[in-house]
Structures are given as structure tokens and as C-alpha cells.
């Protein structure tokens, strides 16, 4: 159980802060409407994202689940900080 929680604390943080990030490059809004809004959708997102990761039978399982978001999240954030 404790590494279910910790993946789901640390992987969904990450999960959280990286979609944020790409919901800022995407949206095309002034600079205090895109944070307000990143405000208000990181903590709901990081639930869903704990709540995934509790689903898991292990916490491999769970590190593997909040990975393989995280990985394609860091792949647009990176392809949005090149372009």
C-alpha cells in the first residue's frame, strides 16, 4: 500500500504539473486566465491521477501507469519549448 501512495503522491504531482504545462502552451488566453485556470485543474487532475494509480494491483504497476502518462506529457512539453 505504501508504494501505491507514494507513486500516486509523487507520480501524480509530476503528472499534475506536466499536463499544467502543456495546457499553458496550448491555450490561447491571456497569462492570468491560463493560470487561473491551471490553478483550478491541477488539483482535480491530481486526484484523478492518485485514484489511478490506487486502482493498480502494485505499486510497479503504479509507477508504470503514472510513467507512461508522464512520459508522453514531458514529450509535448519538450516538442512545445523547442518550437
Do not use: E, H
Not at 5 to 23: D, E, H, K, P, Q
Not at 37 to 62: D, E, R
Amino acid at each position: 500500500m505504501w508504494s501505491k501512495s507514494i507513486a500516486a503522491i509523487i507520480g501524480g504531482c509530476l503528472v499534475s504539473i506536466s499536463v499544467m504545462l502543456n495546457l499553458n502552451y496550448l491555450l490561447p488566453l491571456t497569462v492570468d486566465s491560463r493560470l487561473f485556470i491551471g490553478l483550478l485543474t491541477a488539483f482535480p487532475l491530481w486526484v484523478t491521477t492518485m485514484i489511478y494509480c490506487y486502482a493498480s494491483k502494485s505499486g510497479w504497476q503504479a509507477w508504470q501507469r503514472c510513467g507512461a502518462i508522464l512520459l508522453v506529457s514531458v514529450s509535448l512539453n519538450s516538442f512545445f519549448l523547442l518550437t
